[in-house]
């Protein structure tokens, strides 16, 4: 029986490791902090959870592509959803209007339509394009014989804003289409319109929240992946991939043990995974291209916790620009800070009438954490809580303008910044998506599934895209490299029969 290590218990971490132990494989999750999940894992604060990363999810209506990827991971059973309003699963101001974003392709035209009458041909043209380059994906369509490479590699080399302007001529709808920018940290003129594509198919076809939170995923599949025999050790952390001359031989972990392995796959940043090889086999060049990538920008959190039957549930996603455009929101100053935030609530029960908590992001750009750099949770000083209670009230300053009583709802606040993100996560400069997609770097942005050494993969966000979908096809892909791609799509497929 194989052997396999694999650095990160987030989720793709652990869906890679319940793909390969029902195949047999001898699975070990090696995870350095206490809990497990990275991303989905939730905490506790005065008795009230809240979600650190994955808040809201998509496509999950029976026969959709997230539902028969946690089918086949075996979580549906373990998980509830409450879905987000079908007629405005998404609201995004720009300035002082607000629009509604509703499910379903004919919905989103006929509503978009309205707001924008003399535009409505365009706006087919733009729900054409979306759904061409999504369809395009067989990762994103679990199908082999739809795919279209020849659009896939088009629309992966072209921006996001090239592409809508071509498609759009009201400079007002071209900024409502991109309100959505915070999923997945866009850059004007870099960030491909394939990413955006594939993220506004993805929630346009249907919008949950898991009820009770996240974290329910990442102990299914925890189960899951017990139940095959599979095993996660917390408080482990791996310092060193050992090698032969030729084949990983296992991974050393700080506390002294060594784990030997067949294969071992790295669910973190492939970064810090480089550094912790010194084999010949990984070329230099390769590991300077990686160092040399750009990652994404940070996220300042401010999560609240509302007073009993204060604030009603808001059953929508939150997106607000009060400066107009949501491009170029991480090119701040320390005057207009925040330029954009996205504000939502917690889904703590089935169709819950109040919310009990709720955050609040914004973009932060990770030189502002210099200053407390090489410090740790709780013991980074009163310069640093005095910085996060002053962005945290300015931020509650510009969302009270646009939800009047806010303030007078919140019983308590917590903040986080990209130090604590890149403290649990691992990920250089605390970045929210890791890796950032970038055309005007060419296919050089690409991040291989399969290493110069062998047996060493990589997984994850990193390798394909970040949220529930990005990373579990990000699984996808490396495990088709162990498995074979046709039969790893057959057993999908035969796992939703």
């Not at 218990?9 to 902090?33: D, H, K, N, P």
């Not at 920018?181 to 594939?198: I, K």
């Not at 940070?298 to 549930?313: C, R, T, W």
């Amino acid at each position: 029986m194989s052997k396999v290590v694999i650095i990160g218990s987030g989720l793709g971490g652990l869906s890679t490791g319940v793909i390969l132990a029902r195949e047999g494989y001898q699975v070990t999750i090696l995870e350095q902090e206490a809990q497990i999940g990275g991303c989905l894992q939730c905490f506790t604060r005065r008795g009230v959870k809240f979600e650190t990363g994955m808040h809201f999810i998509g496509s999950a209506r029976k026969g959709q592509t997230l539902d028969r990827l946690l089918r086949f991971l075996g979580v549906t059973d373990d998980i509830r959803l409450g879905e987000l309003d079908k007629d405005a699963y998404d609201i995004v101001r720009i300035g002082n209007d607000e629009y509604r974003f509703p499910n379903g392709r004919e919905a989103f035209i006929r509503q978009m339509t309205e707001y924008f009458p003399h535009e409505h041909e365009g706006i087919v043209k733009y729900m054409n394009c979306v759904e061409r380059v999504a369809n395009a994906s067989s990762l994103h369509t679990l199908s082999l014989e739809n795919a279209d490479s020849a659009i896939s590699t088009e629309y992966q080399l072209r921006s996001i804003n090239e592409v809508v302007e071509g498609l759009i001529t009201d400079g007002r709808l071209r900024q409502v289409l991109v309100g959505n920018l915070p999923l997945y940290a866009a850059r004007y003129g870099r960030t491909p319109f394939s990413t955006h594509a594939f993220i506004v198919d993805f929630y346009n076809q249907s919008s949950f929240r898991v009820v009770g939170g996240s974290d329910a995923i990442g102990v299914s599949l925890h189960k899951t992946l017990q139940r095959y025999g599979g095993t996660v050790l917390t408080r482990a952390q791996v310092n060193k991939i050992q090698s032969s001359d030729d084949h990983v031989t296992g991974v050393s972990t700080t506390d002294g043990r060594f784990f030997p392995a067949d294969m071992v796959i790295s669910a973190i940043h492939p970064v810090p995974t480089l550094a912790m090889t010194d084999s010949p086999l990984i070329r230099k060049a390769f590991r300077n291209r990686m160092q040399q990538l750009p990652n994404t920008i940070g996220i300042f959190s401010v999560y609240l916790d509302f007073k009993k039957g204060a604030m009603p549930y808001m059953n929508s996603n939150y997106y607000c620009y009060p400066n107009v455009s949501p491009w170029d929101c991480e090119d701040y100053t320390q005057t207009d800070w925040p330029r954009g935030y996205l504000y939502m609530h917690f889904c703590h029960e089935s169709q819950p009438r109040y919310a009990k908590a709720g955050v609040i992001l914004s973009y932060m750009r990770f030189e502002e954490m210099l200053p407390w750099l090489g410090t740790t949770v709780g013991h980074r000083g009163a310069d640093y809580e005095a910085f996060k209670q002053q962005h945290a009230e300015r931020l509650l300053e510009v969302v009270e303008h646009d939800h009047p009583g806010l303030r007078d709802s919140i019983a308590h606040y917590y903040t986080s910044t990209p130090l604590t993100y890149l403290d649990y996560t691992g990920t250089p400069g605390g970045s929210a998506y890791g890796i950032a997609r970038d055309i005007t770097l060419g296919m050089s942005c690409h991040v291989p599934q399969r290493t110069k050494l062998p047996g060493l993969y990589l997984t994850g966000q990193n390798i394909n895209s970040h949220g529930i979908l990005g990373v579990l096809v990000g699984s996808i892909v490396t495990c088709s490299d162990i498995l074979g791609t046709a039969y790893l799509y057959q057993k999908i497929k035969d796992a939703n029969q």
